[in-house]
């Protein structure tokens, strides 16, 4: 295996604050978060949950464990803007702690109108330093719903990157899955050309496909690669646009591991002869660090 010689970077990791973290159903249900409650708390079929709900803490001991620099902490694709600023105020804190280890995404619902443009402001001038995980389709907003336009307008005005959740048509299915047309986000890509998109989960397949290349605006997360592919696609896409991302703190080998962590999707980029560029050289040039 390759020893890496760039700071390794994860580009979609995701924390919760404590008041969440504490009963996450109990949570989701007295928020109306009911589709994350559907990803994020169910159980797989042999009864063990599909994620935990470390703290900042144990998330900064599980990178040292396996050597992670830096992690980009994502907001959730939240179907309440209140839930939003809670969760950006919380990643606020959180960099403001660690400036060295940790940077955050803000997350917004574009359906509010006004205030999720004046949230996505506010956010930035907090020191966030992209927006994400969105996703229209679970939020149900149009892409040409007005402010979301404004919102992706503004990231390129600040030049911070946009993370976006996508399913590969292809996949097989699972509870609470949601079609994401990838046509889609080829079209945001073309209309918005000065903003630059992190598409999750290698793009649900855009990532190796022929469209991609033009796409100088694109780039893309490894995110739960090991629950929705082999190995051989950490050498499918073009290794400039892509992303080292896990998916923390989702359990990415659920047969042979009970908690989250990283070492084991490293392993597997390393083995498959990922470049520095994926695992974080790529990352630092997007984010500018
Ligand atoms: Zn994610």
């Not at 995404?105 to 969105?134: M, N, W, Y």
């Not at 609470?176 to 397949?205: K, Q």
């Amino acid at each position: 295996m390759r020893i890496s010689t760039v700071p390794i970077i994860d580009s979609h990791v995701h924390l919760y604050p404590p008041e969440v973290n504490r009963d996450p159903v109990a949570w989701a249900a007295a928020h109306g978060e009911k589709h994350w409650a559907e990803l994020c708390t169910r159980r797989r079929r042999d009864g063990r949950p599909v994620q935990t709900f470390p703290s900042v803490d144990q998330l900064l001991r599980d990178m040292d464990a396996a050597g992670v620099a830096k992690a980009v902490l994502l907001g959730w694709y939240w179907e309440n803007q209140a839930t939003c600023v809670g969760q950006n105020r919380f990643y606020a804190d959180c960099i403001r702690a660690h400036p060295d280890r940790l940077a955050a995404f803000a997350t917004v619902q574009p359906k509010a109108g006004a205030p999720a443009f004046e949230e996505s402001c506010r956010a930035l001038e907090d020191g966030l330093t992209g927006l994400g995980e969105l996703s229209p389709h679970s939020q149900s907003f149009a892409l040409d719903d007005p402010v979301w336009r404004q919102i992706l307008t503004l990231a390129a005005e600040w030049k911070v990157p946009v993370n976006l959740h996508v399913t590969d048509p292809a996949s097989k299915p699972y509870p609470g899955r949601v079609e994401t047309p990838l046509a889609d986000f080829t079209r945001l890509a073309r209309e918005f050309p000065s903003t630059n998109f992190i598409l999750a989960h290698w793009g649900g397949g855009l990532a190796w496909s022929s469209e991609a290349k033009a796409l100088a605006n694109v780039w893309f997360d490894t995110a739960a690669s090991p629950l929705l592919y082999g190995p051989e696609v950490w050498t499918k896409a073009p290794s400039e646009r892509a992303l080292f991302g896990s998916d923390y703190p989702l359990v990415l080998y659920p047969r042979t591991e009970t908690a989250p962590g990283f070492g084991g999707l490293l392993n597997e980029a390393k083995q498959a002869g990922v470049t520095d560029a994926v695992l974080g050289g790529n990352a630092a040039g997007l984010f500018g660090w």
